[in-house]
């Protein structure tokens, strides 16, 4: 297992913007070099979800409902990945989770950040 140090939580208007980070801080730089990291997220009463993930050689994926106003990114040097996230909406509203894993792996078996609340309203 991963220690994952999320950061960038916060409350937001809508059409807001907010940007997420996770860093690795204790990992070897080789090992985090191989890893897939991603952003998932879990609202009340919700299952937990795919918001992004980007490959070690950063492919990127996203969920359907951020496409095109959430940016996933990663600097490998700093062990770090980010989430630009843009024209927040109110059902944006989650907690979002840090995840890395290699690729044999699932991202529930991962490793798996603390959570940081992002909260979107008036």
């Known amino acids: 297992q991963v220690r994952l140090v999320e950061s960038g939580g916060g409350w937001v208007q809508p059409g807001g913007s907010l940007r997420l980070s996770c860093a690795a801080p204790?990992?070897?730089?080789?090992?985090?070099?191989?890893?897939?990291m991603g952003w998932y997220r879990q609202a009340p009463g919700k299952g937990r979800e795919l918001v992004a993930d980007?490959?070690?050689?950063?492919?990127?994926n996203y969920g359907d409902s951020v496409k095109g106003r959430f940016t996933i990114s990663r600097d490998n040097s700093r062990k770090t990945v980010w989430l630009q996230m843009d024209s927040l909406k109110p059902e944006d509203t989650a907690v979002y989770y840090c995840?890395?894993?290699?690729?044999?792996?699932?991202?529930?078996?991962?490793?798996w950040g603390q959570g940081t609340q992002v909260t979107v309203g008036s």
């Open positions: 980007i490959t070690y050689d950063k492919r990127t």
């Open positions: 995840n890395g894993r290699t690729a044999t792996v699932s991202a529930n078996d991962g490793s």
């Open positions: 204790r990992t070897i730089l080789s090992v985090f070099n191989t890893f897939t």
